[in-house]
């Protein structure tokens, strides 16, 4: 079978000259995304693009669901709550996933909103989910949030301890679908996607949770099951 493939992968559209509408952007990430997988010898079925649409308002949503887009990202329980009930029933199959910090005080609301919640990072969360999925019978997939930048102002749980919240996660009969990260911003991604794919390997989880705007494909060649993508989506947040 013949491979057109490129030798590189593309950089992203500059965003700031980018003014078309979200529907044609969503196109050209579909086919970067398509390429940055051909590339890594991956299926596009294994991908899943996020379309985070935080801050943005339904009326710039709704294009995207017209064009067939269903997975959809939100930082807030009670962002999400006010802009997607009507969404949702206008567009069956919509997934929506929780990507901000979650307080464990609002695990019940989570996990009755959220189709996915990409932030458990603690104990304590993971003890307010397990109880709020029995009480909603109700049970979102759930990536383990890893701090794979060690910053200190960054949530995720500290590399040294993944394994043991790993292990409560799976005690407490939490789905865990995969790992998530947020790379230290202005530095090289790469490598921090490598090391939370190695860490997913070594724990025997299927998923990952990685790359945005700038790095999606990079991400895409490295393992990424699910690409966030923002702004090169919806423009620049106010
Ligand atoms: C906002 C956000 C994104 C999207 O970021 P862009 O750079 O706009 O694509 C992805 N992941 C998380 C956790 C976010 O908060």
Redesign the pocket.
């Given at each position: 079978m013949p491979f057109d493939e490129p030798s590189l992968v593309p950089r992203p559209t500059p965003r700031v000259s980018d003014d078309r509408p979200p529907a044609e952007r969503l196109i050209d990430i579909r086919t970067r995304i398509d390429k940055a997988a051909t590339l890594a010898r991956r299926k596009r079925g294994d991908l899943t693009l996020?379309a985070?649409s935080?801050t943005h308002p339904a009326t710039a949503i709704e294009p995207l669901l017209a064009a067939g887009q269903r997975d959809f990202?939100e930082?807030r329980v009670q962002e999400a709550e006010a802009k997607w009930p009507a969404l949702r029933d206008a567009y069956p199959g919509t997934r929506l996933h929780l990507?901000?910090q979650l307080q464990s005080n609002k695990a019940r609301d989570a996990v009755r909103l959220a189709d996915a919640i990409?932030?458990v990072d603690r104990p304590s969360l993971v003890t307010a989910l397990a109880r709020a999925m029995e009480q909603e019978d109700r049970q979102p997939d759930c990536f383990i949030q890893v701090n794979i930048g060690d910053e200190l102002q960054k949530g995720g749980c500290a590399i040294a301890e993944l394994p043991a919240l790993l292990t409560e996660a799976r005690a407490a009969d939490l789905p865990v679908a995969g790992l998530?990260c947020?790379p230290p911003a202005g530095l090289e991604a790469a490598p921090y996607f490598a090391l939370l794919a190695k860490l997913a390997r070594d724990h025997g989880v299927a998923g990952l949770s990685m790359g945005?705007?700038?790095d999606?494909e990079t991400a895409v060649t490295l393992g990424a099951t699910h690409v966030?993508?923002?702004?090169?989506?919806?423009g620049h947040?106010a």
């Open positions: 996020i985070v935080k990202g930082n990507i901000g990409h932030v998530m947020l945005m705007s700038d999606y966030r993508v923002g702004s090169a989506l919806f947040r």
